[in-house]
């Protein structure tokens, strides 16, 4: 199949039936060229939905109180059970699947100053597991710190637009606030890791020791709710039935109340996303194969052709010697050539604009909330370039068959 003899008679072939070859060739480019770009839209989609989880742990579950739907122990049905910081110790000393834990307890909007400067922001207590679960960076400085907790110590971390507001563009680590007239000092500035209408209250909260506001502000050991993640290689789902259960006995609320401790699996979530688009993946890929059997099967239907009008020449070749595999290989050849040449043009096509794509909306500077980055990946590179041998070789099989059967006395008779 490699020698250049073979390889000039598939030239002068495809010269001689530019138009037919032409218009099969169309078929693969088009059926490969759909397939990578499906693939890669797709890919694109999933990032987008995917990179709305952010960074965060993906293991992880939201918990908080509910009204309760059921009576129990005497407490009548419709009454909110309140979360306290020692919910929080007894599901760590209970629960050893949990990793991290970080409760939240907001006060509101509360003023916050620095010299004469100032607005009401959001004030939060909480624990240093937080920004191990959710989606936050530090642009300065740290976040609270065990210490910090174990201390009561009067620090703050601004959100990013808080910073600004308060600071402008001077450093403000060290410096200090005023929260309802008690000074914090600034330890650093967080954000969300990206920007969306859901993370916009983190750019505008400050963030204080969950222990310090308990002391300052005479809250009370309560907490509005918490996050927790699960150990390596346990899924949350296995531990959210433990957690309910112990919150539920400590606040007397009902086992078999669907209500009274509520809760949100994100882990659950993010597995049912993942089997979506795994479904979406398969789906494309059997569009896209079956756009490219149909180039394909048009391939096969002109190889027939060619191998009907040059039935005297391959009867020639077998009259003369020629043995079957050397016919079968002939006609395979040209069928791969042409499969393969048009699939590999239509592959570099794909690839292109599914690259430009991309190159656009980052020029301008376009993040679409569910859709980000349209990519082929390596893997679909490769195997498109194995499905065009294969459907080359598939495309061929037959009408070499039928070649490789070709009677010589028949063949050479005149019509």
């Known amino acids: 199949m490699l020698d250049r003899d073979t390889w000039q008679e598939i030239l002068g072939t495809i010269k001689k039936h530019k138009l037919r070859t032409g218009l099969t060739a169309l078929g693969v480019f088009w059926g490969i060229f759909m397939l990578i770009f499906v693939l890669g839209m797709g890919k694109g989609l ?32 419709g009454r909110r059970p309140q979360l306290r910081l020692e919910d929080i110790t007894a599901i760590r000393q209970n629960v050893p699947e949990v990793q991290f834990i970080a409760p939240r307890l907001s006060i509101g909007s509360q003023p916050v100053y620095y010299n004469d400067i100032g607005d009401s922001y959001e ?31 009067k620090v703050a971390v ?9 600071f402008g563009n001077r450093d403000c680590i060290g410096e200090y606030v005023r929260i309802k007239g008690v000074e914090f000092r600034v330890v650093g500035i967080f954000g969300p890791m990206q920007i969306k209408p859901w993370t916009e209250s983190d750019l505008e909260a400050v963030v204080i020791p969950l222990t310090a506001m308990y002391r300052t502000f005479g809250t009370g050991e309560r907490v509005d709710y918490f996050v927790c993640s699960a150990a ?35 882990e659950a979530e993010y597995q049912s ?24 099967v048009g391939v096969s239907n002109i190889m027939l052709i060619t191998v009907k009008e040059r039935t005297k020449e391959i009867g ?96 050479l008779k005149d019509e």
Do not use: C
């Open 158 to 166: 601004l959100g990013q637009r808080t910073a600004e507001v308060l």
């Open 316 to 411: 020639i070749r077998k009259a003369m010697g020629a043995p079957p595999g050397s016919i079968i290989s002939m006609i395979l050849a040209e069928s791969i050539a042409i499969t393969s040449a048009s699939g590999y043009l239509g592959l570099i096509a794909g690839t292109f604009i599914i690259g430009g794509i991309d190159y656009l909306m980052m020029a301008n500077n376009l993040e679409p909330d569910n859709f980000y980055n349209p990519q082929v990946n390596l893997a679909v590179g490769a195997g498109a370039i194995v499905l065009l041998i294969l459907a080359g070789a598939a495309a061929g099989f037959i009408p070499a068959m039928q070649a490789a059967r070709v009677n010589p006395v028949v063949a």
């Open 46 to 77: 999933e990032n987008g939905v995917f990179r709305g989880f952010g960074d965060r742990a993906k293991n992880v579950m939201y918990v908080w109180p509910e009204r309760t739907s059921q009576p129990y122990q005497g407490f009548q049905p």
């Open 232 to 266: 390596p290689n346990v899924l949350v789902s296995t531990i959210e039935p433990q957690v309910k259960a112990l919150l539920k006995k400590r606040h007397h609320v009902a086992p078999d109340d669907p209500q009274g401790i509520g809760g949100f699996n994100l």
């Open 123 to 153: 004030i939060r207590g909480e624990l240093e597991d937080m920004i191990r679960i959710e989606a936050l960076k530090l642009h300065q400085g740290r976040y609270i710190n065990e210490r910090d907790i174990e201390e009561s110590r």
């Open 273 to 296: 996303v993942v089997r979506l688009f795994g479904g979406i993946r398969a789906f494309l890929w059997f569009v896209g194969i079956g756009t490219l059997l149909a180039g394909i």
